[in-house]
């Protein structure tokens, strides 16, 4: 199971200074066309790359629309036993839409 955070919740956290980690699994190239910030780990470089990924706090993991954010939960969860992981539920997208409209859609 995946858990899921709204960008409106995200845009709260983000407001209260909540201590968390923003991670994208967007590839790089869409990090140049839009981006909410965070760490950048694609998702096919996720598993060999989930040191980075912190067990101590909230982690709230992002893509385009949600899909791949909520593979890369499942993936964590499943070999490494993370649990403090939130799904960013219809990605950047949401975002967009939801909260800053200057972010361009794609």
């Known amino acids: 199971m995946v858990k899921e955070i709204t960008v409106k919740e995200l845009k709260e956290w983000i407001?209260?200074?909540?201590d968390f980690q923003l991670v994208d699994v967007r590839e790089v190239f869409e990090t140049?066309?839009?981006t909410i910030g965070g760490d950048l780990i694609p998702l096919g470089q996720v598993l060999q790359n989930s040191e980075?990924?912190?067990k101590g706090r909230d982690v709230v993991i992002y893509c385009r629309?949600?899909?791949r954010?909520?593979?890369a939960i499942l993936?964590?969860?499943n070999k490494d036993g993370f649990s403090n992981l939130y799904n960013?539920?219809?990605g950047i997208l949401a975002w967009a839409q939801e909260i800053d409209p200057s972010?361009?859609?794609y």
């Open 65 to 67: 629309s949600g899909r």
């Open 103 to 105: 972010i361009p859609l």
């Open 32 to 34: 140049q066309i839009a």
């Open 75 to 77: 993936q964590l969860q």
């Open 69 to 71: 954010s909520a593979e």
């Open 52 to 54: 980075r990924i912190e």
């Open 88 to 90: 960013l539920k219809g």
């Open 15 to 18: 407001d209260e200074k909540r």
